[in-house]
């Protein structure tokens, strides 16, 4: 069974500081892993992917995370974090030996302080 | 772009009603989704859709059922709504090769 753990509710950084969300993951077969973000009262936008390759993606508003499979992660960074960048966060892995179906985690919430 | 909409961003329904929830997307999408969306629990898979008229149950299908007549429409159907569906409710809908989702704004419902 696949299954997705961010082990923090709540992220907070100043401003300016590098930010890091964290995430692991668990399944069977080889994952593809994804970074949502969620605005208040918005659906859920895309913001990276890993697939295969290179193990550091680089996503939409300066986003990145790295890929370390023998740790089961993929946390999500950014250098800078700007007060623009508070939101909600989710991690989610497709197995791609089983089906169409993604699992997400409970979420993250990252406030940047001013 | 891809746009998925969904045609309400709140509901009010009272327990018992037999409500309603569509989804449209414009890209031509083979599959969708609905997800509920719950604090704490993220996002929770009710039922997708491979291609029209096709339906697969997640993970938590009790007291939900759907329809897809068309391509372009997902349709989520509360058969008689109870209190605990009051949630947050997504549908998404994905491209066959390709790999991430699309997702509409969310409809919050709310069942009194």
């Known amino acids: 069974a696949q299954s997705v753990a961010q082990p923090e509710d709540q992220v907070n950084v100043a401003e300016g500081n590098p930010l890091t969300v964290k995430c692991t993951y668990s399944?069977?077969?080889?994952?593809?892993l994804f970074w949502y973000v969620q605005y208040p009262n918005r659906g859920l936008q895309f913001l990276l992917k890993?697939?295969?390759?290179?193990?550091l993606v680089k996503g939409s508003y300066g986003f990145e995370a790295e890929f370390n499979k023998s740790q089961t992660s993929f946390h999500l960074k950014k250098p800078s974090a700007l007060v623009s960048d508070s939101a909600l966060y989710f991690c989610?892995?497709?197995?791609?030996?089983?089906?169409?179906?993604?699992?997400f985690g409970p979420g993250t919430r990252l406030s940047v302080l001013p | 772009d891809v746009k998925v909409t969904q045609s309400s961003r709140y509901l009010v329904k009272r327990t018992g009603e037999k409500v309603f929830l569509e989804c449209v997307q414009d890209?031509?999408?083979?599959?969708m989704f609905w997800y509920r969306q719950d604090p704490g629990l993220g996002l929770r898979l009710i039922y997708f859709?491979?291609?029209?008229?096709?339906?697969e149950k997640g993970d938590i299908p009790e007291g939900y059922s759907v329809s897809r007549e068309k391509k372009e429409r997902f349709s989520l159907i509360l058969e008689s709504a109870s209190t605990n569906q009051t949630s947050m409710y997504l549908c998404?809908?994905?491209?066959?090769?390709?790999?991430?989702?699309?997702f509409g704004p969310g409809t919050r419902l709310t069942v009194l």
């Open positions: 890993y697939i295969t390759g290179d193990n």
């Open positions: 890209m031509d999408h083979e599959n």
């Open positions: 989610a892995v497709r197995d791609r030996n089983y089906g169409q179906n993604f699992v």
């Open positions: 859709s491979y291609d029209v008229k096709m339906k």
């Open positions: 998404a809908s994905r491209h066959q090769v390709q790999d991430e989702q699309f």
């Open positions: 399944v069977s077969g080889n994952p593809y």
